[in-house]
């Protein structure tokens, strides 16, 4: 299994299609981005999206958030190879989350990191993320999480940053 961690327009759902083409296996490709679009809009203290840019969740997103973790570690471990492309913004209390549902799973914990400035002009082109996003995320996600190998989209580009991760897989 491989996590990806970075703010919004890192660069992460890039890295996580290349992977699936250069990794020998076929991988799944799923993201923080699948679960909010699978989630109804009467989930009662969901998930909030601030004018600008800032993201907030409440008990009622982290009931299925949870849920949902748990579903994807049982995918792993009835074989499926996962790649998870997801934006920490609870630093290291997300991946204590992660860490709890994915216990007895071997992890290659990956930082995609990407230059505020350079995420908030990704950010500008795409035109689907709420304007302040990307730069209000780009450091908050790393903080305190580990990882085994972090990559920068900012100065590789997204197939040489997915060989890199790639190099590393088991």
Avoid at 11 to 36: E, F, H, M, N, Y
Avoid at 134 to 156: F, I, M, S, W
């Amino acid at each position: 299994m491989i996590v990806l961690n970075g703010g919004s327009s890192s660069g992460k759902s890039g890295i996580a299609r290349c992977l699936q083409a250069v990794l020998p296996d076929p991988w799944l490709t799923l993201g923080v981005d699948t679960l909010i679009d699978a989630m109804p809009s009467t989930v009662d203290d969901g998930i909030d999206f601030a004018a600008d840019g800032g993201v907030s969740v409440g008990s009622g997103f982290r009931r299925l958030e949870n849920a949902w973790m748990a579903g994807v570690a049982a995918m792993v471990r009835a074989g499926a190879r996962v790649i998870i492309d997801d934006a920490f913004l609870g630093g290291a209390a997300s991946q204590r989350r992660w860490r709890e549902a994915l216990a007895g799973i071997e992890v290659l914990w990956v930082g995609v990191r990407c230059d505020g400035a350079v995420a908030a002009g990704r950010e500008m082109a795409r035109g689907d993320r709420v304007t302040g996003m990307a730069e209000t995320q780009a450091e908050v996600v790393h903080r305190g999480v580990v990882y085994d190998l972090e990559v920068d989209t900012g100065v590789n580009e997204a197939l040489v940053c997915a060989r890199e991760i790639a190099a590393r897989v088991g």
